[in-house]
C-alpha cells in the first residue's frame, strides 16, 4: 500500500486508462504545461500523451462540452475537467437536453455515449458563492446521467476508472477540501464500482448517510459518540445516480433511525430522496422522525465566520443524532 495524494489519486487513474485506451481524450482548461488544470488534476498528462490526447480548452464550458459530446459520438472516449461545478451551469443546456437524451433521442444509432464529466464543489474554502455550490441534486434529476461522489482517495481512483469504462455519461463529483487528504491504495489495479455504496462505520443505534466530504465527518463525529457507547452506523453512497437504495434500507431497518448530511441546501437536495427512499421502504421500523443535516438556505458568504456558519459541522450532526436517540 501506499500513501497518496487526492489529486494524485486521480491522476493516476486518467494516466492508467489513457495508457490503456488510445481512444481516450482529456479535456481541461490549462491541461497543458506545468500546471495541470486549476487544481493541478492534469498535472503530467500532456507530457506523456501529447497534444493529440490532452487539449487546453478555452474558457467556454458549452463549446468544449459539446466538443467532447461529439466526440464521443464518433468513437472516442472524452474525459472533461469542469473546474468548479458552478461552471456546470453554463453548459446546462449540452449536458442535460444533449448528453443525457442523445441515446434515448437517436434509437440504435448511437448506443453508448462514453463521457465521463468530472468537477470541484464544496464551500469552506473561502471561495465566494459562485464557486462553491454543491448542486449534485440538480443533475441526480436528469435521467441518462450517472452520478457519484467519493468521499476519499481510494474511491475516487477505483471509481474514476470505472467511470471511463462506462458506455453512459457520468459525472464524477469531487470535493475542494479533500484535496489536502492522503489515501493508502494498492499498486495492484482495482475498480470502485458505480451503484454500490459502503458501510463506512458499523453500529445499531443510528444510521448516518453523508455525502462526498460530509462522509468524512460523520466518520468524526461517530468516532467521538462511540466514547458514550453510542453506535453510529455511517453509509457512504458512493454513487448518487443511480444510488444503492438496498444499502440504505437494510441499514435503517437496523437502527430505526435516520440523519442524513450534505452541504447543499435542505430543499429538494439528496437527502430529501434519501429520506423519501426510507419512508417508502422503512416506515415500521423508524423509531425518530428523519433528520437533515445541510448548509443554510443561503448563498455561501465570503465572510469567513458566516461562511463557517453557513456549513454543516460536527456539533449540527450531532445534535440531530442526539435529536433522534431521545
Known sequence: MREVKYWKAFNEA??????????????????????GGPFAMAKGLEDEF???????????EAGFIGVAIGAAMTGLRPVVDISFSDFLLVAADQIVNQMAKIRYMTGENYTRLPIVIHTMSGAGMRAGSQHSQS??????????????????????????KSAIRDDDPVIVWLHKAMLRT???????????????????????????????????????????MAKEGIGVEVIDPISLSPLDKNLIVQSVRKTGRLVTVHEAPRPCAIGAEIAAVVFEECFDYLEAPVRRVSGEYTPIPYSPTLEDAYMPNARKLEAAIREVLQ
Open 50 to 60: 501529447g497534444g493529440s490526447r490532452v487539449f487546453d480548452t478555452p474558457d467556454s
Open 182 to 224: 492522503k489515501a493508502s491504495l494498492p499498486d495492484e489495479e482495482y475498480l470502485v464500482p458505480i451503484g454500490k455504496g459502503k458501510v463506512a462505520r458499523e453500529g445499531n443505534d443510528v444510521t448516518v448517510v453523508g455525502v462526498s466530504h460530509m462522509v468524512n465527518l460523520a466518520l468524526s463525529v461517530a468516532q467521538q
Open 135 to 160: 448542486l449534485e441534486s440538480w443533475f441526480v434529476h436528469v435521467p441518462g446521467l450517472k452520478l457519484v461522489a467519493p468521499s476519499n482517495g481510494y474511491d475516487l481512483k477505483g471509481i474514476m
Open 14 to 35: 486518467i494516466a492508467e486508462e489513457m495508457r490503456r485506451d488510445p481512444d481516450i481524450i482529456y479535456l481541461a482548461e490549462d491541461a497543458r504545461g506545468a500546471v
